[in-house]
C-alpha cells in the first residue's frame, strides 16, 4: 500500500530535549516536505527536499533541521525544542512538482513541549 | 511567493451545492492550482488540481477564470460527511539551479465547511 508513515504519533518532550520525527515514503518520490499545523494557522511550511541531498527552508524553519540522505527518509530533527514548538506536524511527498502539486500526507506526529 | 485568501467558514445543508472561492493575486505563470480537504486528526487528502477553466473529477469541480486570479471549489450535493477544513494551494514553480521547480508551498488558512442535516 502506497503510503507515507510518521513516528512517533504522539510524542511529549520537555524543554532542550533533542528529538527526531521520522518520515518515510515508499512511492519513490522525489519530492518530501515537513509542515506544522497550529490552531487559527492552517498548514505552514518548515523545509522541504526536492531529491536527496537537496534541502531548502520553507516558511517556518527556524528552530529545526532535516536531512535528506536517501530518497525513502526524511527526518525532522528539533536539536533543542522549546514549547512554542508544540504543536501537529505532517510529512508530505509528491512525485514531482513541476507544475503538480499532489502531495500524500503521514499521519500526523502530535508534539508537547513543556 | 503566491498567497491565497479563503473565506474562513462556511455553513451548507445536505444535498446543497457548495462553493469556495479562493483568491491568489499573485498566481506565477506556471503555477497550478490545487485543493486539499482535511478531517480532524488526519492529514489533508489531495481533492482537485487544475491550470485554467473547468476541472472535474468524481469528487468535485475547479473552476478558474481567464486572469487566474482567483477559483471556485465546487461540491455537488454535499452530505453530512464533507464537514472538513477546505485548503487551497497556490505554489511557486520558478526554475532553481537544480534545474526543477522551487517546492516553497504556500497553503492557505483553508475554510472550514459545516454540513448540517
Known amino acids: 500500500e502506497a503510503q507515507v508513515t510518521q513516528n512517533p504519533r504522539y510524542l511529549i518532550t520537555v524543554t532542550g530535549k533533542k528529538l527526531t520525527v521520522t518520515c518515510s515514503q515508499n512511492?519513490?518520490?522525489?519530492?518530501m516536505s515537513w509542515y506544522r499545523q497550529d490552531p487559527g494557522l492552517g498548514l505552514r511550511q518548515i523545509y522541504y527536499s526536492m531529491n536527496v541531498e537537496v534541502t531548502d527552508k520553507g516558511d517556518v524553519p527556524e528552530g529545526y533541521k532535516v536531512s535528506r540522505k536517501e530518497k525513502r527518509n526524511f527526518p525532522l530533527i528539533l536539536e533543542s525544542p522549546s514549547p512554542n514548538q508544540t504543536s501537529l506536524y505532517f510529512c508530505?511527498?509528491?512525485?514531482?512538482?513541476?507544475?503538480?502539486?499532489?502531495?500524500?500526507f503521514g499521519p500526523g506526529t502530535r508534539l508537547t513541549v513543556t | 511567493l503566491a498567497k491565497t485568501t479563503q473565506p474562513i467558514s462556511m455553513d451548507s445543508y445536505e444535498g446543497q451545492e457548495v462553493n469556495i472561492t479562493c483568491s491568489h493575486n499573485n498566481i506565477a505563470t506556471n503555477d497550478y492550482i490545487t485543493w486539499y480537504q482535511q478531517f480532524p486528526s488526519q492529514g489533508p487528502r489531495f481533492i482537485i488540481q487544475g491550470y485554467k477553466t473547468k476541472v472535474t473529477n468524481e469528487v468535485a469541480s475547479l473552476f478558474i477564470p481567464a486572469d487566474r486570479k482567483s477559483s471556485t471549489l465546487s461540491l455537488p450535493r454535499v452530505s453530512l460527511s464533507d464537514t472538513a477544513v477546505y485548503y487551497c494551494l497556490v505554489g511557486d514553480t520558478s526554475p532553481t539551479s537544480y534545474g526543477g521547480s522551487q517546492g516553497n508551498l504556500i497553503f492557505g488558512k483553508g475554510t472550514k465547511l459545516s454540513v448540517k442535516p
Open positions: 508530505a511527498s509528491s512525485s514531482s512538482l513541476a507544475g503538480s502539486y499532489e502531495q500524500y
Open positions: 512511492m519513490n518520490h522525489e519530492y
